[in-house]
């Protein structure tokens, strides 16, 4: 039982270059969500969805989009990457709200 | 939306003693309070999690407490050791939806000294 997946685990870009990240669940789960993790700053809702076909914005949206593709998949992706998007990229999922969010392993991005 | 205060930033106890880890929150509302352990370079895990209508839950050495009046709760970990040394998130509910949301802390470094 593998469940949250992301890919890739290590990425390097160049300023204004784009990328998706890919987070996939095995778990059946109904809501995903991409958090942003930077020193000191806890984890940051970027955009969630709540159901297949849902998406919404979290806490710090500007300068990404994302993509419900099925139930399993979730991407996240940079249009034109910046410096103070390099962070650490967390994708999890949950049944519901009476039930804990699962976390992948991370992206670690960095945007020179 | 909800805000969620954590304190202290850094602490540092010897194997043996125990850490106590407080959070508030300001939504009324909030009614699911999951802690989550991350270790260096790892994912958070969820370590335990409290609902609005339990004043306490425990799990061998780690327990939480939860006062809804004065919306606060805290980690409890007795008898540490070494291993706990990790960053503690706590978190709290999007109390107005259902939609599942989280809002978390900033986290504390736990440092156990052998």
């Known amino acids: 039982n593998a469940g949250v997946t992301q890919t890739p685990k290590f990425q390097v870009l160049k300023t204004g270059q784009s990328m998706t990240l890919q987070c996939a669940q095995d778990?059946?789960?109904?809501?995903m969500y991409w958090y942003r993790q930077d020193p000191g700053m806890g984890l940051r809702l970027i955009y969630y969805s709540a159901s297949e076909g849902t998406t919404d914005k979290g806490e710090v949206p500007n300068g990404y989009n994302v993509s419900r593709l099925n139930k399993r998949e979730f991407s996240l992706r940079l249009e034109s990457a910046a410096p103070s998007q390099t962070s650490v990229y967390f994708c999890?999922?949950?049944?519901?709200?009476?039930?804990?969010?699962?976390f992948g392993d991370g992206t670690r991005l960095s945007i020179l | 939306g909800e805000n969620v205060e954590q304190h202290p930033s850094t602490l540092s106890v010897q194997e043996g003693d125990s850490a106590v880890i407080k959070c508030t929150y300001s939504?009324?509302?909030?009614?699911?309070f999951p802690w989550y352990k991350q270790e260096l370079g790892k994912r958070p895990q969820l370590i335990i999690d409290?609902?609005?209508?339990?004043g306490e839950k425990k799990d061998q050495r780690i327990a939480v407490t939860l006062n809804k009046t004065a919306k606060h709760f805290s980690l409890h970990i007795t008898e540490t050791q070494p291993e706990d040394s990790a960053v503690y998130f706590c978190a709290a509910s999007d109390g107005g939806s259902t939609l599942g949301r989280l809002y978390f802390g900033r986290g504390t470094q736990l440092t156990v000294w052998p």
């Open positions: 778990m059946n789960h109904n809501s």
């Open positions: 409290i609902r609005s209508n339990v």
């Open positions: 939504d009324s509302a909030s009614n699911y």
């Open positions: 999890a999922s949950t049944q519901d709200l009476r039930q804990p969010q699962h």
